[in-house]
């Protein structure tokens, strides 16, 4: 998981690199609430995490479907495929902070290796990246430092919900593992209250990454041509 992790990270600098667009408002506004005020996740890190799944669709189907991936339904879920992304997003990252809530209990923690990992693979990330790209995602070190760190958690999280489970006798070949860890995350997620500020949450645009891709291009012959 730490080598995938490394890798979609590398992935990402690559088509990041080239995307265009402007740094979202109210960058450290809470796009999702907590426990009316207690928590929040702010709509920065959300519109980062939302340039990394762009980013990986459009790695994946974006030769095939080029613009048309994001701005039609192509799941049958009712809604663009933008908006059904950003929806996933909420409910990942709302998975994610319950599922640190609970780590003490599973004794999970990141090793000195994992942090090592996740600082080194932060420190790339940055400086392989133009200040302009860094600025188009709303990234900085604490950004991607948390989403990677988030990664980690939720590898090493699945592998001890796993483990309890097969060894309660709650995982069987009936009960699949998916199934299990489903319904524990949302047992959980009950009893917390998140708000989404839907405002908010429509800031949260897809880069056209094929025109940006031309614009890239055309700029880089000019500069061989000596224009």
Known sequence: MKKKMLSLLMVFIFVMAILSGCKIRNYS????????????????????????????????????YGTKLWT?????????????????????LETQYVIKKHA????????????????????????????????????DEDVVKQMLTDMVYMSK?????????????????ENSSSTYINNLVEGWKASYEFTVDDALLEQLKVDDLYEADKASQTKATNSTQGK
Do not use: P
Not at 74 to 83: E, K, L, N, V
Not at 167 to 172: E, F, K, N, R, Y
């Open 29 to 64: 506004s809470k796009l999702i609430d907590i426990n009316s005020g207690e928590d929040g996740i702010t709509l920065g890190y959300a519109n980062f995490v939302f340039k990394y799944n762009q980013a990986r669709y459009d790695i994946n189907y974006g030769s095939s």
């Open 72 to 92: 039609e339904d192509m799941t049958g879920a009712g809604q663009t495929f933008a908006d059904e992304v950003k929806q996933n997003i909420v409910d990942t």
């Open 104 to 139: 003490e209990e599973y004794k999970v923690e990141l090793t000195d290796d994992d942090k090592t990992k996740v600082d080194d693979a932060t420190k790339k990330f940055m400086e392989e990246n133009s200040s302009s790209a860094l600025n188009s995602m709303g990234a």
């Open 157 to 173: 999280m699945e592998k001890a919900m796993t483990d309890r489970g097969r060894a309660d006798g709650q995982i069987t070949d």
